[in-house]
Each structure stands twice: as structure tokens, then as C-alpha cells.
């Protein structure tokens, strides 16, 4: 068993060290990108069938909305873990030190089940008070808080799926890490409309759906690193939390937690905003857009992620070529899906809010709000791709500065300030704030990325 599991590992090491770049990026980023676009499912199809609910689909929307802040940072939390700990791991491998990989692993998992603890009591007590600053009025605080809630004390599931799962796609078991999402995904689409509308149980049903395939698919994950097939095992002795393993996981994750939690700050500021100056209608366009926007950003992180193994691995060999090819494929391709998602935006911003919802009203504002929105998210491509390549090559200082330059120094300051020089019209102002940052954070993002990066490969890991 053990000659057959070092087989494997040899195999999987020399592909990443030798293999086609091209084919590589492609076995690693296809599965991850679908597996992006099937996670997106779980709050997509929420949303599409909450929409549809009779009478107060609209109102029921805008209210499951506002959860945003705190499932995203639930998501930060996850990530802080899994995307800090998983290229530690894939550039020991790239060393030849399998053993501090799967000790890497094993502390990052202890300590999702910490914060998946104390996560679950502070917002569990908290979500009505929070839902209400987050921007809920009398008619959406009922359905914000019951989706809430119930959501919140699945948390746990939520947190081991995505801060475990980029630990199966740092080995190269893209398909594996794949199947995670789409086990999920499928439970949930099929139980979702069974619960919502079959039982009655509206938001509620969402939320349960929801939780029961995310639990299905932390089975999945756990059943797989403890099971024959994968290279780096979770094994107890690792689960002890030491210091001098975990804390370069962490440095490594904040940028990742940045961007995630600010993501929570983020559709905070917007509520809130948009409550003031455009009322419940804005905010539940606010609702839709975020889905939209995630269909943009999801995807390119998926293909980040299929790069992340390549050139962490072999930046720790270091094969300088290869990083810089699969650093050059990576960019190329980030770019040309946000270009081309950003032109069907463009085009037909209906499309995209009329599958949310029936209300003609919210379709109309959507599509409106939408066009300025995402007037620069082609910009998204070049942005994430040098700022994920980044933390691929272990610079956690600079990854996290390029993390808070979109989105703290830039978006949120700019959601505040543009309502009062665009006076006319302050909606507009609050949705042009994305579009502005976008472009400006991408030229920042890339000049350092090119200006610094030789400097890195020279220094190696």
C-alpha cells in the first residue's frame, strides 16, 4: 500500500515538474472553474427560487440579500485556512517534504474546527442586530434572519469544504476536488424547490438544502484525505496546533481573508448606501448583481486555482520557466473570460436579472444598475490573476496589500464619497464606485506584479 500511494506521488510531482504547462493548467483549471461555477449554484439556485416565491418573492430576496456580509465572512474564514495553508503545502511537496505537507494540512484542519466553533455562537446570537445595520428594513429582517440562522449553524460544514478542499487540488486531484462542489450542488438543486415549495418551508427550506449538501460534501473530503487515494493523509498526530506550522499558513491566507471578509464589508457599505439614498428596490438589485458579479469572479479564481499548484510547485523546484509560462497562460486566460463576460453584461444585463425574478419593476432597475456595475469588470482578469499569482509564490505581504487596494483603500471610500459629487443622482453614483476601483486597482495590481517579479524568482522560496 505504501509502495503504491509513493507511485502515485511520484507521478503526480513529475507531472506538475514536467509536464505540458498548457495541459496542466487545463486538467487542473477546468475542473476547479467548474467546480467554481457549481459552488456558485448554492446561493444562485437559493436566490432564483426565493425570487419566485408568490407574493413576497421580491421581498423574501432582498432579505436572504442582506446575509451576504456574514456568509462572506464565513467564506474568509474558510479560505484563511485552505488558501494560505494548501501553497505552503504544494511548495513543500515541490522540496520533497511530503511529511511538513501533510502536517500543514492537519493543523490547518484543527483550526477550521476552532473557528467554525466560536463562528457559529457570535453570529448566531448577533444576526438580527447585524442584519439590521446591514441594511434590513421591517418587511426583509423576518426572512434575512430565518435564512440566516439556519445557515449559521451549519457553518462548520461550510468552513471544512472550502478550507479543505484546496488541499485535494494542490495534489493534483482536480476531478476529486470537482465532484466535492458537484455532490453539493446536485443535492441542493433537487432539494431546494422539495423544501421551498413542496413543504412550504420558504426561506427556511433554502437554508436547510443548503446546509445538508454542504454536509454532504465535508463527508466527501474527509473520507478522501483519510482514505488510500491521496498522497497527503490527515493523520492525528498532525491535528496539534504548533506555532511555527500554522502562523506562516496564516501570513500566507490573510490576503485571501481580506479579500473575502472585505467582500462582507463591502455588500455592507452597499446596503447601506443603497438603503438611503434608493430604498428596498435598490437593495434587492444590489441582491441580484452580487449573484452576476460572482459569476465573473468565481470562475477566474477557479482558474487561479488550477495555476496555484503549478507555480507553487514549481517555484519550490525552482523551474523559473515553467512558473513564468504558467503565470503568462494564466493571465491570458483571466483576461479573455472577463472580457468576454464583461461585453455579454453589456449587451443584455436583462437576461441575467430577469432570471431572479419576475417583478418587471426589479428587472427594469437591475438591468439599469447592472450596465454601470460592471462597466469595468474585464479589468477583474488582470487584477486576480497577478494578485492569486502572488500567493502561489508565497508573498503574503504583497498579496494582501493587492487584496486591500480594490477594495478598502479604493471601493468602499468611493461608495461614500461618489453620492456627494455626483448629487443628481446618488444610486448611480453608490453602483459607479465598483467600475472606477475595478480599472484603477487592476493598473496598480499589474505594474507591481511585472516590476517584481524576477526579483522573486531570483530570491526563491
Request: hydrophobic share 55%; aromatic share 8%; net charge positive.
Amino acid at each position: 500500500m505504501k509502495k503504491e500511494a509513493d507511485r502515485t506521488s511520484q507521478a503526480a510531482t513529475q507531472d506538475l515538474g514536467s509536464g505540458s504547462v498548457g495541459g496542466l493548467l487545463a486538467q487542473l483549471a477546468i475542473p476547479a472553474v467548474v467546480a467554481q461555477v457549481i459552488n456558485l449554484l448554492y446561493n444562485i439556485v437559493d436566490r432564483i427560487y426565493i425570487g419566485h416565491i408568490p407574493e413576497v418573492g421580491a421581498t423574501a430576496l432582498t432579505g436572504v440579500g442582506l446575509f451576504t456580509a456574514i456568509l462572506m465572512l464565513l467564506n474568509a474564514f474558510a479560505m484563511l485556512a485552505g488558501s494560505g495553508g494548501a501553497p505552503r503545502a504544494a511548495i513543500a511537496m515541490g522540496t520533497k517534504k511530503n511529511d511538513v505537507a501533510e502536517k500543514i494540512m492537519g493543523n490547518c484542519f484543527t483550526l477550521l474546527l476552532c473557528m467554525a466553533v466560536v463562528l457559529t455562537v457570535v453570529f448566531y446570537a448577533a444576526a438580527p442586530t447585524l442584519l439590521r445595520l446591514f441594511g434590513a428594513s421591517d418587511a426583509t429582517l423576518p426572512y434575512a434572519v430565518a435564512y440566516a440562522r439556519i445557515y449559521i449553524l451549519g457553518s462548520i460544514f461550510v468552513l471544512l469544504v472550502l478550507g479543505m478542499n484546496p488541499f485535494i487540488t494542490t495534489q493534483g486531484f482536480s476531478r476529486v476536488s470537482m465532484l466535492t462542489t458537484v455532490i453539493g450542488a446536485v443535492i441542493n438543486i433537487i432539494l431546494d424547490p422539495i423544501l421551498i415549495f413542496g413543504l412550504g418551508l420558504g426561506v427556511r427550506g433554502a437554508a436547510i438544502a443548503t446546509v445538508f449538501s454542504q454536509a454532504v460534501s465535508a463527508v466527501w473530503i474527509l473520507r478522501f484525505l483519510t482514505g488510500k487515494k491521496t498522497i497527503l493523509h490527515l493523520r492525528r498526530e498532525n491535528l496539534r496546533l504548533e506555532g511555527s506550522v500554522i502562523l506562516p499558513c496564516l501570513a500566507l491566507g490573510i490576503s485571501s481573508f481580506v479579500m473575502l471578509s472585505t467582500e462582507g464589508l463591502l455588500s455592507i457599505s452597499f446596503t447601506s448606501s443603497l438603503s438611503r439614498y434608493g430604498g428596498d428596490l435598490a437593495v434587492g438589485a444590489m441582491t441580484i448583481i452580487t449573484s452576476v458579479s460572482q459569476m465573473a469572479v468565481l470562475p477566474i479564481q477557479g482558474i487561479c486555482q488550477g495555476g496555484q499548484p503549478i507555480m507553487s510547485y514549481n517555484f519550490g523546484a525552482k523551474k523559473d520557466q515553467r512558473v513564468r509560462q504558467t503565470f503568462k497562460l494564466q493571465l491570458t486566460v483571466c483576461a479573455v473570460y472577463a472580457t468576454l463576460f464583461w461585453a455579454l453584461v453589456m449587451l443584455v444585463p436583462q437576461l441575467f436579472a430577469s432570471a431572479f425574478t419576475a417583478n418587471e419593476e426589479l428587472v427594469a432597475y437591475t438591468s439599469w444598475a447592472l450596465r454601470i456595475y460592471a462597466a469595468g469588470i474585464f479589468a477583474l482578469g488582470f487584477q486576480m490573476a497577478c494578485q492569486q499569482s502572488f500567493m502561489a509564490l508565497g508573498q503574503a505581504r504583497t498579496s494582501l496589500l493587492m487584496a486591500c487596494l480594490r477594495k478598502l483603500i479604493l471601493l468602499i471610500p468611493l461608495i461614500f464619497i461618489l453620492p456627494h459629487i455626483f448629487t443628481g443622482n446618488q444610486v448611480m453614483a453608490v453602483f459607479l464606485a465598483e467600475p472606477v476601483s475595478d480599472v484603477l486597482a487592476a493598473a496598480v495590481t499589474v505594474t507591481t506584479f511585472l516590476l517584481s517579479f524576477n526579483k522573486i524568482l531570483e530570491k526563491g522560496a
